[in-house]
């Protein structure tokens, strides 16, 4: 198995790691530090409102532009190299054996999904440079390598607690099989206590799959009991991750479109926010 | 912040976009001007269209960052047309240049793009440039002497003040410079006004008054076909230079259908086809201008800025026009690729000369690429079939010939293919060796053939060994020297 842990200049980046060393051990994988340096963000150039086209003017204009992005880029190279050196010996101090570093441009998700063979799961930060300390916001990578659904993500809180139980958020939908899938597969979490919460009511159809889950879990050596609430779902999960203390949240995410989303609002995303702890979250 | 996606593409950079689209707008002014006056129609035809498509462009384009307008390679194809036809004609094709361009949009055959290779670009810019500059020619013939100095005042400002401050722009020194001159002293040099009208309103919406017939269909069809090809050419090269710039991509079949919603809409508005600007787009990049909030300000304040100062804007004088558009010509220029003519390939020079040459004698930028891409075409397919080798080796007893091919076979070098074999020679057996050759099509495999059959009236038996797959599949499929009663079917041989 595979950790990619997806880092950046933020304050997330440390809690990133721990999170990452924590799931690394818990599996028994590997865990890649990955740290892209957006080429677009903060690019300055040069402002010359004279109007004026000159001889061979596009390939003067474009030799300029190379030269201030290659002076920027190789500053922002060095900086992420030291960045990623950091990220890994705190990894590897936490008792990870194999851990590699990767520096790439670009886009955040191109990379995840070339990625893809490599990685099995990925840690990112709920909020990343960009929006570092608004706390209404999500970073902006975050939903986008949600909804490319190649991978669980693992996003990290602000800080790294010990992990020690945590609250499955049941909602009967196809994402939720596909957390039971994977944690029956890697027996992650297995030695933690957990609760399966559905929001809704006993007697349903739903509450009669949320039991076949628990069963498959139990049959799976998983220490799991269920809870059944009614009431609005974004609230009542942050209600009981309170409630029951738990350190992490396990959930679905991203079930609706984004046109859905972006009218109704997203659950996910309320949760996400909401939430203090770190989430688990497969699309 | 930094955003991304539709957000960062329209408030990325929200005050350099407004700043260079101020600067793109006071540029565009004069060429809009410059382009109505090479296709024979009022100087607020051209101004109408630059608003309209720059504006639309921005909501509808692919490329943020470029700008599209009214353009001098699309009015020269235009010209014949409104001399003949007259204007209602003109906007009837502008509307289905843009509905042409939606289905090229909609087929997204932006791909095709890759055949027009760099060769026919570099001539498409230089002829370009060339027609710009030979379309200021009848405003400095039989013309007031005081239109020289003018025309060379107004170029020093524009190439001699950006060494001084590079905050105004040096075209717009110029422009303001010779007109308050020109009126000062009342001096005797034509101006805009004498052009035609200029806009005094916002544009209202019209429908092109011509008869509904097949005639009026098929006249503007061989109007609109190549004003869609080159406004698609000339967009997407734009395009690719702006990429480059930003060091990103673009999504090439957007901004055609985006172009053609432009046209369909402009026509609809009393404007003329456009298309994207190189020169404008490189004025645009260079100012800061990165995001489509750039071209909605350069098209809303050219407006703007006509309806306010409409007066004024008659009064410029033609000098300080062909001044601004002289600078365009030289900037559109590729100088380099005159001094490249000693260095590139020979037959990369011919292409872009020719695709020159073509454009120049026509008029017409569509007939010159179509050149270019063929030519680079057959220069092409001439190289690829020098690439192709036979050697032979005789067996001690002197009976047996094993022919060894290697390289590319096909229409191109199928003779040279058959005319390597020694038919003369009395063998037994003659083995041809293909594995590292490859049959490309009919002709070779009739080249194939034809050596087969040769060496067989020969009492030669032939074995054909290694043919490849890719190979072997249009042979298996063409061929008849392997099918039992081949003589049969090659008559009088």
Redesign the interface.
Known sequence: MNVLACIDQSSFAESVCDHAAWLAKELEASVEVLHIT?????SI???????????????E??AD?IAI?EQRNRIMHQQGRLLLEAAANRVASQGVSRVTQRLGHGDLLDHIRSHASTADIVVIGKRGE??ETTSEHLG?NLERVIRLGRHPVLIASERFQPIDSYLFAFDGGKSSGAIISLLVESKLLQKLKGTMLLVGKHGTELASHLGDAVRRLRSSHFEIDEHIVSGEPAITILETIENRNASLLVMGAYGHSRIRSRVVGSTTTEVILGCNKPVLVVH | ????GWQGEWFGTVK?DV??GM??A??LIPEAIAFSIIAGVDPKVGLYASFSIAVIIAFAGGRPGMISAATGAMALLMVDLVKDHGLQYLFAATILTGLLQILCGALKIAHVMRFVSNSVMTGFVNALAILIFLAQVPELTNVSWLTYPMVAIGLAI??I??RF????????VCIVLLTTISIAFDLDVRTVASMGDLPTSLPTFLIPDVPLTLETLTIILRYAIPLAIVGLLESQMTAV?VD?????RSNKDRENTGQGIANFATGFLGGMAGCAM??QS??N????G?GRLSALVAGTFLLGLILILGDIVGKMPMPALVSVMI??S???F???SISNLRVHPRTSSVVMLATVAVVVYTHNLAYGVLVGVLLSAIFFAWKIGQLFDMRSTISDDGRTRIYLISGQVFFASASKFVNAFDFDESLDNVTIDVTHAHFWDISAVAALDKVVLKFRRDATDVTVLGMNEASSTIVDKLAIHDKTDAMDYVPGH
């Open positions: 957006d080429h677009l963000a903060g150039s040069p402002v010359d409102h004279s109007g004026r086209l000159g001889v061979n003017q596009s390939d204009l474009l532009l992005d960009t929006v902006r | 912040m930094v955003r991304t350099a700043l260079a600067v793109v006071l540029a524009i190439y003040l950006p401050t590079t905050a105004v722009p040096s075209p717009l230079i480059d710039f930003t060091d990103t190189i020169g490189v004025i990049v260079k100012s800061g990165r600078m365009v030289i900037g559109t590729s100088w380099k």
